[in-house]
């Protein structure tokens, strides 16, 4: 009996042992959070844990998260590997009186993968068509080290980027820049596409924007304009950069500049100074530059920025302009020289204050400008034909110029969450006072003999003293008319009322002196006026949104006024009109990867003051000019339509736009011509209103990409067709011109090389009713080739080489052939330093040509400058962004959809 009770309590002692640890050891939940070093989560990471013989293994979820939910406490080793990430590994040990544990936050040091050594193939899409919207993936594009975002902006299908660093998309200038859907320092494109390095941008967006206050309301009405906006990889939100750089070159051009940039997702700061000095035969500048901006969020609803730019320069250059002149009694030629000699000393200011909450938005701004410039033209003009004159005019200037404006914007959603409420102020105010003397030699010769009959001699100083006043303002009510569905959108009903008062003065007086060197005032010569122009717009318009399609349609009446007065002859002038036009938007995003968009819209102008006061000007002594006090205000309209595609399988993107603008009451001129007291003849010019002025264009792109996007063919140009209505010798002419243009380009980027070649064709014609013919016909055949080539990281070989064939031009153009080579070669950790040498026109064969035509005249100008050189350039760059100096080859593959 005794056994047997002390066997059931041996069985008993072990069961209860045995219990007793099992209830020890009973599993625990192991959790954490993986992070990088901005404390943004990292997905996807690999994560092992490891307790004696067994071992449990899981991935981090979108925020980072992970857990092991049957862990016996003891010490677990714990392993963690991620993409870009150093590997990770420490100990642990879960203590047994504890039911779970929640592990520190465990981060990730960033490590680089150069894509030399590691390929990484993930299939991207390159480009997405949306709404207001076309977004480019740049992991679709190539992008090698210490590319910038102009490098990467150069491969994109439809938009092009000159050697000033301009953007265009679709055939318009893109005007604005953000990052991240923040606006971004200065928001001017230029300025910082060449600063922003390449690799931390994920996507690129190409955005119709109608501004903040529309964003906010959602009232999208008018034309919007072109913005570009950048959006970052993960952690690349926040960075320093900026460089310093010194240049020389053997045409006497010598420069220097820094600029720095502090931005993190509260604030931004930036400066920047530069200066630069050029001294040979043809030109001579002195140029520097101060800048500093700062914008700052104080809180999650308001933010301000200002900014302050000073500039100094100075130039001379000499220049060449040719001038046709045609008319039904013949034709003038007019070839002109001059020597300029420009100095200037602008000041800018400006401030800013943004505010958004769900029921308000907020914004203010305020610009200042104070301009100094002085300006000496030696002129020589030699006309021939009809005309036979020459005209030796030395004329120096100087001008003073002070401006203030601003504007106030405020938008509410009312009580009513179906309406909403916006009211707008806007204000300007300026004053400049100029004086000017003009010393003027003419020659008159025989018309018959062409023999140098007698001089001129005209000597002048003329006083200038001008103010403006502008003051605006404009109230919206909105009304949802149609509740938000899915398949319909919401519909809103817009009335608008929008009114402008601008007010000039200009007083003008002019000294004349004679040959014994008297001087005396001039009163006929002289000009006391003050103008005033109130224009008011009322407005009712409809707008629906939806997924899919958004438009507005609607209808505006413009009554407006032109009032005044001349002071020193008591006359008044008083002009009513009424003008009403049409607006219309509309943008569809269609099924086959593609959008469909159509804009309409007119506006009224009243014609510059110059132009209706009937007193004469003869600042010019060959063209006098006297304004027409019966000049009515122009109505100008404007339509444009584009449409792009782009298919995700084939390759091939489609973009094709057309815009039209035609006027009503446009004010033209009026040339003819009189005799003067030498019997010699000179051309004077009035104004008058007429209808029949319109233009007509289009553009469009064809790009066909290949070989995972790195190969790109694409065939692109522009067609207009412009028609001027003009007045000679009092007879209704017209003009009209054809200007077309096309390219062929092929694109091969590669890691290690590039090859860049075009074929363009341009043709331009022009056609006077005076003539009845075509009588200028300039044709301009291009081929262009650049490469690159890049052995290593730290060395690039650039070449480039154009070859045009120009026809048409009455000035010397030839037929150029401008070829340019150029090396360079970073040093330091992360290539911070870059040393580089370029040979521009090896050939000496380069030459600036531009043409312009005004009614019944046709303009070449040409300016001379040195255009073979060589260039050694230094700069230091600074590039750092998440607390990580940014380095080509660092792979993310982002598959955010923001669009903003």
């Known amino acids: 009996m005794r056994k047997s009770n002390n066997l059931c309590f041996l069985i008993f002692f072990l069961f209860l042992t045995f219990s007793l640890n099992a209830f020890a050891q009973s599993p625990i939940k192991i959790s954490g959070q993986i ?45 963690i590997t991620a993409l870009g990430y150093k590997s990770f590994a420490s100990v642990y040990e879960a203590q047994q009186s504890k039911k779970g544990l929640i592990l520190e936050p465990i981060l990730l040091k960033t490590e680089t993968i150069h894509l030399e050594d590691v390929e990484v193939k993930v299939k991207v899409d390159p480009i997405k068509i949306k709404k207001d919207t076309i977004e480019y993936n740049a992991g679709a594009y190539t992008i090698r080290e210490n590319d910038k975002v102009e490098d990467l902006l150069k491969q994109l299908q439809g938009i092009e980027v000159d050697d000033k660093g301009s953007v265009t998309a679709m055939g318009k200038k893109m005007t604005k820049l953000r990052v991240n859907g923040e606006d971004f320092f200065t928001n001017n494109v230029e300025d910082y596409i060449r600063q922003l390095p390449a690799d931390i941008i994920a996507k690129l967006q190409v955005i119709d924007d109608y501004g903040d206050q529309a964003n906010f309301t959602g009232i999208k009405t008018g034309t919007p304009i072109k913005m570009l906006n950048l959006v970052t990889k993960p952690g690349k939100d926040k960075g320093i950069f900026g460089n310093a750089n010194a240049s020389s070159a053997t045409n006497n051009a010598n420069n220097i500049g820094v600029n720095g940039n502090v931005w993190n997702k509260t604030k931004q700061i930036g400066f920047g100074s530069r200066y630069g000095i050029t001294d040979n035969e043809f030109t001579k500048t002195d140029n520097g530059a101060l800048n500093g901006n700062i914008r700052e969020k104080v809180s999650k609803a308001l933010s301000y920025n200002g900014g302050y730019s000073l500039s100094r320069g100075s130039n001379q250059s000499l220049q060449s302009n040719y001038l046709e002149t045609y008319n039904p009694q013949g034709t003038i030629y007019d070839l002109r020289q001059s020597d300029n000699h420009a100095n200037s000393l602008n000041n800018n200011i400006n401030l800013g204050l943004n505010g958004t909450t769900k029921k308000n938005y907020f914004n203010a701004s305020l610009t200042g400008t104070i301009t100094d410039t002085r300006n000496e033209a030696i002129i020589n003009s030699n006309k021939t034909g009809y005309i036979r004159q020459d005209l030796i005019s030395d004329a120096a200037s100087k001008n003073n110029n002070a401006n203030l404006s601003g504007n106030v914007n405020w938008s509410r959603r009312l009580a009513n969450p179906k309406q909403s409420l916006s009211i707008g102020f806007n204000f300007g105010t300026g004053k400049g006072n100029s004086s000017s003397t003009i010393k003027d030699i003419i020659r008159y010769y025989n018309e018959t003999t062409n023999i140098l009959v007698k001089d001129s001699l005209l000597n002048r100083l003329v006083n200038n003293n001008t103010s403006n006043a502008d003051l605006g303002g404009n109230i919206q009510f909105s009304d949802v008319l149609k509740k938000a569905t899915d398949s319909t959108g919401a519909g809103y009903l817009n009335l608008t009322y929008r009114f402008s008062v601008n007010r000039s003065q200009h007083a003008q007086a002019t000294t004349v002196t004679n040959l014994p060197g008297n001087n005396f005032v001039v009163d006929s010569l002289g000009q006391d006026y003050v103008s005033s122009f109130i224009n008011q717009n009322f407005g009712v318009s409809y707008n629906m949104n939806n997924k899919l399609i958004s438009y507005n349609f609607g209808l505006n009446f413009t009554p407006s006024i032109i009032l005044g007065r001349y002071r020193n002859t008591g006359l008044e002038l008083r002009k009513y009109q009424f003008n009403y036009a049409p607006s219309a938007n509309l943008s569809y995003q269609l099924k086959n990867e593609g959008n469909l968009s159509f804009g309409y819209s007119g506006a009224t102008n009243a014609p510059d003051f110059n132009k209706l006061q009937p007193i004469r000007n003869n600042n010019d002594v060959q063209n006098l000019i006297i304004g027409n006090p019966d000049l009515k205000a122009t109505s100008n309209h404007t339509a444009d339509l584009s449409y792009n595609k782009f298919g995700v399988k084939s390759g091939l993107s489609i973009m094709v736009g057309l815009t039209g603008t035609f006027a009503i009451n446009s004010v033209v001129s009026n040339t003819v011509f009189l005799r003067d007291t030498l019997s010699s003849l000179k051309q004077q010019t009035t104004y008058e209103n007429v209808n029949g002025v319109y233009n007509l264009g289009g553009n469009y792109s064809f790009n066909k990409r290949l070989l995972t996007n790195k190969l790109s063919l694409s065939v692109n140009g522009n067609v207009a067709y412009n028609r001027n209505v003009f007045y000679t010798d009092n007879v209704l002419n017209r003009s009209s011109g054809i200007n077309i243009s096309n390219a062929f380009r092929f694109n091969l980027n590669e890691k290690k090389y590039a090859f860049n070649t075009s074929v363009s064709y341009s043709f331009s014609s022009n056609t006077y009713s005076v003539m009845n013919q075509n009588i200028k016909n300039i044709q301009v055949l291009a081929l262009n080739g650049s490469a690159s080539w890049i052995p290593t990281k730290r060395f690039r070989v650039n070449a480039s080489a154009s070859k045009s064939l120009n026809f048409g031009y009455s000035l010397y153009a030839g037929n150029p052939l401008l070829v340019n080579m150029g090396v360079n070669t970073s040093f330091l950790k992360s290539n911070k330093l870059v040393f580089s040498v370029q040979a521009n026109d090896l050939f000496n064969q380069g030459a600036l040509f531009s043409t312009s035509i005004t009614n019944n005249s046709i303009s070449e100008n040409r300016t001379r400058f040195i255009s073979r050189f060589v260039q050694a350039t230094l700069i230091y760059n ?8 940014s380095r080509s080859g660092t792979f993310n593959v982002d598959d955010r959809e923001e669009s903003y």
């Not at 990088?36 to 004696?52: F, Q």
């Not at 899981?58 to 080793?77: E, H, L, M, Q």
């Not at 600074?878 to 100096?885: A, C, D």
Request: glycine share 6%; hydrophobic share 40%.
């Open 35 to 79: 992070i990088d070093s901005l404390k943004n989560p990292i997905e996807g990471a690999a994560i092992r844990l490891i307790m004696d013989e067994d071992t449990l293994r899981t991935n981090s979820d979108a925020k980072g998260n992970f857990a092991f939910s049957k862990v016996i406490p003891s010490k677990f080793y714990l392993s």
């Open 878 to 885: 600074l590039s750092q962004f998440g607390n990580k100096k």
